[in-house]
């Protein structure tokens, strides 16, 4: 089964700052990640996938991955009050993931 | 692309009774999955599907708990005699095949067992 390791903190950013969640990844076999955003009390939604090695850019949002290290970020610029949710990471054909906790963002004003 | 759809979006009931939730996924997809979810935890795995086999299900998975997708489009999760343990977010995903293909989540639907 894959597994991923997120810190769930809460991470307390400013806004306006840049926000950095990691996610590491048990499967080297793993080509493809994917972001995902849950607001409290709601369903997760997809933000970012990424299938390669390096960075993908999507307006504020950067995903990075590193295979060699098997690890995968994703920053948030300019964070805003509204990005304050927990952030899931999975891999792909990780359906049979328990996605943990995911880690908490606050963006305080 | 309408969604996924789960239904009913809430449900209350007593301990003992047994409960039945629907899940639509989205047309083209082929894969269909059952999640539960608790407050502070993440999506736990059921189970779930590739058309209309049952491909896997969670080692954790309670046999009161069984899911069927009878024609490879909509799928139903029924819980048996219901516990106070089982109150919970239960949430279905849909996703075509593949390692690039991310998956939709639904609504949810909401369990309160009193």
């Known amino acids: 089964q894959k597994e991923v390791e997120q810190n769930s903190g809460p991470l307390s950013v400013p806004e306006g700052a840049i926000a950095s969640l990691n996610c590491t990844y048990s499967d080297r076999g793993s080509q493809s990640f994917f972001w995902y955003r849950q607001y409290s009390g709601k369903s997760p939604e997809l933000i970012m996938s990424i299938y390669s090695n390096g960075d993908k850019e999507d307006g504020r949002f950067t995903a990075q991955l590193n295979k060699a290290s098997q690890y995968v970020s994703l920053l948030i610029r300019d964070s805003q009050p509204s990005d304050s949710a927990t952030y899931l990471c999975?891999?792909?054909?990780?359906?049979?993931?328990?996605f943990g906790k995911g880690t908490s963002l606050l963006v305080t004003p | 692309d309408t969604g996924v759809s789960q239904d009913p979006r809430h449900k209350i009931t007593k301990r003992g009774q047994n409960v039945t939730f629907r899940c639509d996924p989205i047309s083209e997809h082929n894969r269909l999955y059952w999640y539960r979810q608790t407050l502070g935890q993440g999506p736990e795995f059921l189970t779930y599907f590739q058309n209309e086999a049952q491909l896997e299900k969670s080692r954790l998975l309670s046999d009161r708990f069984s899911a069927e997708r009878p024609k490879g489009s909509f799928s139903t999760l029924e819980i048996q005699r219901t516990e106070q343990g089982d109150s919970a977010m239960y949430l279905c995903?849909?996703?075509?095949?593949?390692?690039?293909?991310?998956?939709?989540f639904g609504n949810g639907t909401r369990l309160t067992v009193t």
């Open positions: 999975a891999p792909g054909e990780g359906y049979a993931l328990n």
């Open positions: 995903a849909s996703s075509l095949v593949g390692e690039n293909s991310p998956l939709h």
